[in-house]
């Protein structure tokens, strides 16, 4: 539904003169998730002081970060198309409320399990929220919701990882505190979000979406295949750095402060949301080629640095990556995103995010798994080496289908 269709009076929403405008909304939509994404990244710097005190293994600790995976695939299968039918502010009312619960857990967790529990219940609710806010983006300004959808997630990440690092060195308990800090954040929200207009009229159908579904219109499937190699290996190299970040970080600098965790993951999403904004527009198929080019080339800095324990070139690398992340992830939703309709978009966003969060929660397991075995370098080799061989199948992929369009 396009902002004319909110003025109207037939729009869900008119019988209640406190409803915010549709630019307002946008904007709070825009903020709402960035503040999920900020909440998924801050536990990483973290994790290095939940190693220590908790005594947990790499393999644990990306456990933990699989579970908020894991079980945000779980609800944008599930629920992923709800907000289709029972609207979008009911949908992120629901997720906002759900995760300040997680917040809760968060902040009295003491064991691996109430960890994994707390990441649990986060993802559900990062799930549930994901393609209702995407959709309701696209509902009130479709024009500007490409960008705002690729580079809230960025952004969020960066602010919560490098935000979360600051307040580790500046609180008594960070484990606790900083979960203080965003359980009172997403109640601020959620009082907002009871003034958001609706923007989709319901329709019946709610229960009988509620299965595991992957949702692809016709017309996006095609274009779909050509972005999944390059979803895949975005979200593959944002796994590894937010879950295993750290700790590279620190084997590489030989500095235990929190801050060089932060970042290293704020050099990756930073990078990433400048090149959003700088790519803006430019044509889809450009900005994915530019994206793809970009990813193979920063990994391969990056490993080089791992090989030759050069931190400057590992940070250097992860902001060339981070170009290539936010770029490659900007085109494939550019290239994905319009061709669905109103009633199809939340459906093909949570299609979208399966892939993505897939591809961000096996990697991190895998790289957890490889660095029990045989230590944090070899496993970002493996994981990095493959990072770019998906980069590489996507550019090749990207410049046939632009070759056939011609």
């Given amino acids: 539904m396009t902002t004319e269709c909110l003025s109207s009076p037939s729009a869900l929403g008119a019988s209640f003169p406190a409803r915010m405008g549709p630019r307002i909304a946008f904007a709070v939509n825009a903020v709402v998730s960035i503040a999920f994404l900020a909440a998924s990244s801050a536990p990483t710097p973290l994790y290095a002081i939940y190693q220590e005190h908790l005594h947990l293994t790499p393999l644990i600790v990306t456990v933990v970060f699989a579970s908020y995976a894991i079980a945000l695939l779980i609800a944008l299968l599930v629920v992923g198309s709800l907000s289709d039918h029972l609207g979008r502010r009911t949908v992120i009312l629901g997720a906002l409320a759900l995760e300040t619960v997680a917040m809760i857990v968060f902040a009295v967790s003491s064991n691996a399990a109430e960890l994994i529990s707390a990441r649990a219940l986060q993802g559900l609710a990062t799930g549930a929220a994901t393609a209702a806010l995407g959709a309701g983006l696209a509902d009130l300004i479709p024009r500007r919701a490409p960008l705002v959808n690729s580079v809230a997630p960025i952004i969020g990440m960066a602010v919560g990882a490098l935000g979360s690092a600051a307040l580790t060195t500046a609180v008594a308990v960070p484990t606790t505190d900083v979960f203080i800090v965003l359980m009172i954040l997403f109640a601020l929200l959620f009082v907002t979000a009871l003034f958001l207009p609706e923007t989709v009229e319901r329709r019946p159908g709610a229960l009988g979406s509620l299965k595991l ?143 993505s969060y897939l591809a961000t929660s096996l990697p991190a397991i895998a790289a957890g798994l490889l660095s029990s075995l045989w230590g944090i370098k070899p496993a970002a080799i493996i994981i990095g080496s493959a990072v770019i061989i998906l980069a590489a199948m996507a550019l090749g992929g990207i410049l046939r289908h632009s070759k056939a369009a011609s």
């Fill in 213 to 355: 579904s992957a949702v692809v219109p016709p017309a996006a499937r095609r274009a779909l295949v050509v972005a999944t190699p390059i979803l895949i290996a975005v979200w593959a190299i944002g796994g590894f750095i937010l879950s295993l970040g750290p700790s590279l970080a620190r084997a590489q600098t030989g500095s235990t402060s929190p801050m060089v965790g932060g970042w290293l993951v704020f050099a990756l999403t930073f990078s990433g949301a400048i090149a959003v904004f700088t790519f803006r527009r430019t044509p889809a198929a450009r900005a994915f080629i530019i994206g793809a080019g970009a990813l193979i080339a920063g990994v391969a800095v990056t490993l080089l640095g791992v090989v030759v324990s050069a931190p400057v070139l590992l940070f250097l690398g992860i902001v060339i990556a981070g170009i290539g992340f936010g770029t490659g992830f900007q085109g494939a939703m550019r290239t994905v995103l319009p061709l669905a309709q109103a009633g199809e978009r939340a459906g093909l966003l949570a299609t979208v995010y399966v892939i």
